[in-house]
């Protein structure tokens, strides 16, 4: 058997966001509104600090106005709440995000509770959880979105795929799990607690892996010719002096690429879909807002 087709999400972010370009500058034209997102970053975290530049520097070349708001590491609950209040107010910010993780001392729950859930452009409020749930119009969480996009264009009709997720964060795997059950899917949710994981997995025509453990899953639990998409993202460091760390997914990529149909590497794979996801629920956003259809993206 050949190996599998490997899925290029640095490509497929990229024609997401000339889709998005091209429709922030029809807004622009048409109705004399430009998109607004606002990212709140609290502390000093280098991961973040990366992750927010990205956006910022994304968001401005697709014709949004981007806006950083760095707040000390030792700031208080209150007033990051207060910060939000006001952003919730303004109406030129059209999209909001609180980057995460946050400091010990704030309590996230209550930040993603203050956000206006029109404004929620990293779909986690619980409104927006539950529409997504009913099926209602919502803001949908990047990722697991950027790996929907990625399933239809490699596979089309996902109609009656048996579909396994592994993992269940509030992040990925149980809005995942709403998106495929939208596409008419069979789905499965499954966890490192789950018995004969391996057996389930060897069931799914499509495997999401986002449990967070380096390698979990060997090629000998993947389906034949399945489709795997891989978000684990995990820093190995090296076993001999002088080496270098080096990143990995959830799927033992050399293994599983010899039994998979297709499959997203680590990194180049769900990674870049995630920026390319929150400047397209930024545009979503901002036409809503103004009573605006969103564009098909």
């Known amino acids: 058997m050949s190996e599998a087709e490997i899925i290029d999400g640095k490509a497929f972010a990229a024609r997401l966001r000339e889709r998005v370009t091209a429709a922030v500058a029809a807004l622009k034209a048409d109705h004399n509104l430009t998109p607004g997102l606002t990212v709140v970053l609290v502390g000093e975290d280098p991961a973040s600090q990366v992750y927010v530049r990205n956006k910022g520097k994304q968001t401005e070349e697709t014709g949004m106005v981007s806006d950083t708001i760095r707040l000390d590491a030792a700031t208080p609950t209150q007033d990051l709440l207060d910060l939000i209040d006001t952003l919730n107010d303004d109406d030129a910010v059209h999209g909001i995000l609180v980057q995460l993780p946050l400091p010990d001392q704030i309590d996230e729950a209550k930040v993603i509770a203050a956000i206006d859930p029109d404004k929620d452009v990293d779909g986690f409020h619980v409104v ?170």
Request: aromatic share 2%; with cysteine; glycine share 12%.
């Open 128 to 297: 927006n959880v539950g529409r997504l749930w009913t099926g209602a119009v919502a803001p949908v969480p990047c990722t697991p979105y950027g790996c929907l996009k990625m399933l239809k264009e490699t596979l089309g009709d996902l109609k009656g795929k048996r579909a396994l997720v592994l993992g269940r964060s509030n992040i990925v795997g149980k809005p995942m799990a709403a998106l495929l059950l939208g596409e008419h899917c069979t789905v499965t949710i499954a966890h490192s607690r789950t018995e004969d994981l391996g057996e389930r997995c060897r069931e799914a025509d499509i495997l999401i892996a986002a449990v967070g453990v380096p390698q979990m899953v060997p090629g000998d639990w993947i389906k034949p010719g399945a489709t795997v998409i891989d978000v684990g993202i995990n820093r190995i460091e090296p076993t001999e002096p002088g080496g270098k760390a080096r990143l990995v997914g959830d799927v033992d990529f050399e293994s599983a690429v010899k039994v998979a149909g297709a499959i997203t590497p680590v990194p180049g794979g769900v990674g870049p879909m995630t920026i390319a996801t929150l400047l397209r629920n930024t545009l979503v956003a901002a036409r809503a807002q103004q009573g605006l259809e969103a564009p098909d993206l």
